[in-house]
């Protein structure tokens, strides 16, 4: 399936005065590409990425969850929520933005006033810890489904050169897979990610 057709796809959703549309999916399975991809694409559209809400470093340390970053439970969902309710209020709303490059979170580095906002993020079908009060604040989410094999060779490639890299996606990564690969039959719709 082609960006073109995903494109037209949103314009025809695209009735009220804002759209909020959700792209999940696990870890490495293109979300945040595809999601970019259509914010470049679509007129005026707005991107709201769940990871600048990923609880900071120094917290997941004092609570004991360093190693599993990225668990449902290593967010501030709370926030997530709130700010997606702002959004889908239509207000004009300034949100965090997840740095990789230093592994925290820039508060105000995203400016959301569009009347298309994509919403991406693995936890966006999660029915538990909070993350249930995500869906219905959504106009539409579809999930990006990519084989676990596929995803394991690319969260390799991402930990390549780590020493703890084949721990992290054994221990950690692929478990949130699995869980986020639950949320799928909530999906409005299902895309291959297959590369």
């Given at each position: 399936?082609?960006?073109?057709?995903?494109?037209?796809?949103?314009?025809?959703?695209?009735?009220?005065?804002?759209?909020?549309?959700?792209?999940?999916?696990?870890?490495?399975?293109?979300?945040?590409?595809?999601?970019?991809?259509?914010?470049?694409?679509?007129?005026?559209?707005?991107?709201?990425?769940?990871?600048?809400?990923?609880?900071?470093?120094?917290?997941?340390?004092?609570?004991?969850?360093?190693?599993?970053?990225?668990?449902?439970?290593?967010?501030?969902?709370?926030?997530?929520?709130?700010?997606?309710?702002?959004?889908?209020?239509?207000?004009?709303?300034?949100?965090?933005?997840?740095?990789?490059?230093?592994?925290?979170?820039?508060?105000?580095?995203?400016?959301?006033?569009?009347?298309?906002?994509?919403?991406e993020g693995?936890?966006?079908?999660?029915?538990?810890?909070?993350?249930?009060?995500?869906?219905?604040?959504?106009?539409a989410c579809?999930?990006?489904?990519?084989?676990?094999?596929?995803?394991?060779?690319?969260?390799?490639?991402?930990?390549?050169?780590?020493?703890?890299?084949?721990?992290?996606?054994?221990?950690?990564?692929?478990?949130?897979?699995?869980?986020?690969?639950?949320?799928?039959?909530?999906?409005?719709?299902?895309?291959?990610?297959?590369?």
């Open positions: 399936m082609g960006i073109e057709e995903l494109v037209r796809d949103i314009a025809a959703l695209a009735r009220g005065p804002r759209l909020v549309l959700g792209i999940a999916g696990a870890p490495a399975s293109g979300k945040s590409t595809l999601a970019e991809a259509l914010v470049a694409t679509v007129p005026g559209a707005a991107l709201l990425p769940m990871d600048g809400f990923h609880l900071d470093d120094a917290v997941l340390e004092a609570r004991g969850d360093r190693a599993r970053k990225g668990a449902f439970w290593t967010f501030d969902v709370a926030g997530f929520v709130a700010c997606l309710t702002r959004v889908r209020a239509g207000e004009h709303v300034f949100a965090p933005r997840f740095d990789r490059s230093l592994e925290l979170a820039r508060a105000g580095a995203l400016e959301i006033a569009a009347r298309v906002v994509i919403v693995n936890y966006l079908l999660h029915d538990d810890g909070g993350w249930e009060a995500v869906r219905p604040l959504l106009d579809w999930f990006l489904d990519v084989p676990e094999a596929e995803l394991e060779r690319r969260l390799l490639e991402r930990w390549a050169g780590q020493a703890e890299g084949a721990r992290k996606v054994a221990e950690n990564d692929l478990p949130n897979a699995r869980l986020v690969v639950e949320g799928r039959a909530r999906a409005d719709r299902v895309i291959s990610g297959q590369a």
